[in-house]
C-alpha cells in the first residue's frame, strides 16, 4: 500500500514569492492533516479536512496560508507571500477517521521550505 | 504549561540496554496516545499507538500508560544503534479539541555500540 505522498520535498523561495504544497493521503484515508514542524520542535496542526471540510483550521495564518482539498483526496497548501519566518518542513499526514484507532496518523515525507 | 511534556535528552543508552521515555500529558480527558519515532531529516513515523492503562508490547517495544498519573512512557528493549532518533509522544485530547493531536517536543535517543 502506497504511503502519504507530499511534492516537493525541497523548494528554496525568496521572501515575498508564492509557494505551493501538494499532498495525496493513503488510499480510503477520509481525514488529513498539514502541519508545520520548526527544528527541534513537534509537528503542531495547520488545518485539518474530513473529506472535504476544514474541520479545524484555528491554528492557519488565514492572512497568508490557505488550504484546499476539493474533491476529498489530495490536497493543496498555499502561502502568499512567503515570509522569512515560514522556514520549516510541511508535513502532511492521513487516516482513515477521528477517535482511537481510526486516529492514528501516517506522515508523508514532508517539504522543507526555506524562504531567503 | 505545555499541553506534552518530554525530557529533550539526549538520552544515552549502550547497546543492549534498556531505553525508557517518558511523556506526561496535562488534559486529564486525553483518549488516545502515539509513540512516533524520527529520524534526522525525515518525517514521524508511527511506532506504537495505546488507549487503555496498562502495558502494550509489539516486539521490541512496550508502551505503557498511566491515566490517573497523566504518564505514557515507551521502552525499547535490547536497544540498537538503528534505534538511535528523536521520539516524539502524541496525545489526543479527546472529542473536545476536534480529536487532533497533540506533540511533544521529543526526545533524542542515542544508542553507542
Known amino acids: 500500500e502506497a504511503g502519504v505522498v507530499q511534492s516537493p520535498r525541497y523548494k528554496i523561495i525568496e521572501k515575498k514569492q508564492p509557494v505551493a504544497f501538494w499532498c495525496n493521503p493513503i488510499?480510503?484515508?477520509?481525514?488529513l492533516y498539514w502541519y508545520l514542524q520548526n527544528l527541534g520542535q513537534g509537528p503542531e496542526l495547520l488545518i485539518r479536512y474530513e473529506n472535504e471540510e476544514a474541520v479545524d483550521d484555528s491554528q492557519l495564518p488565514k492572512d497568508r496560508f490557505s488550504a484546499e482539498r476539493l474533491k476529498g483526496v489530495d490536497s493543496t497548501l498555499k502561502i502568499q507571500p512567503a515570509e522569512l519566518g515560514d522556514s520549516a518542513v510541511y508535513l502532511c499526514?492521513?487516516?482513515?477517521?477521528?477517535?482511537?484507532?481510526?486516529?492514528?496518523?501516517?506522515f508523508g515525507p514532508g517539504t522543507r521550505l526555506t524562504v531567503l | 504549561q505545555k499541553e506534552v511534556e518530554q525530557n529533550s535528552g539526549p538520552l544515552s543508552v549502550p547497546e543492549g540496554a534498556i531505553a525508557s521515555l517518558n511523556c506526561t500529558y496535562s488534559?486529564?480527558?486525553?483518549?488516545?496516545f502515539f509513540w512516533y519515532r524520527q529520524y534526522s531529516g525525515k518525517s514521524p513515523e508511527l511506532i506504537m499507538s495505546?488507549?487503555?492503562?496498562g502495558d502494550k508490547e509489539d516486539g521490541r517495544f512496550t508502551a505503557q500508560l498511566n491515566k490517573a498519573s497523566q504518564y505514557v512512557s515507551l521502552l525499547i528493549r535490547d536497544s540498537q544503534p538503528s534505534d538511535s532518533a528523536t521520539y516524539l509522544c502524541?496525545?489526543?485530547?479527546?472529542?473536545?479539541?476536534?480529536?487532533?493531536?497533540?506533540f511533544g517536543a521529543g526526545t533524542i535517543l542515542r544508542v553507542k555500540s
Open positions: 488510499s480510503g484515508h477520509n481525514t
Open positions: 488534559d486529564r480527558v486525553s483518549q488516545s
Open positions: 499526514a492521513s487516516s482513515l477517521g477521528q477517535g482511537g484507532p481510526n486516529n492514528e496518523q501516517f
Open positions: 502524541a496525545v489526543n485530547p479527546g472529542r473536545k479539541y476536534g480529536n487532533k493531536l497533540v
Open positions: 495505546i488507549y487503555s492503562n
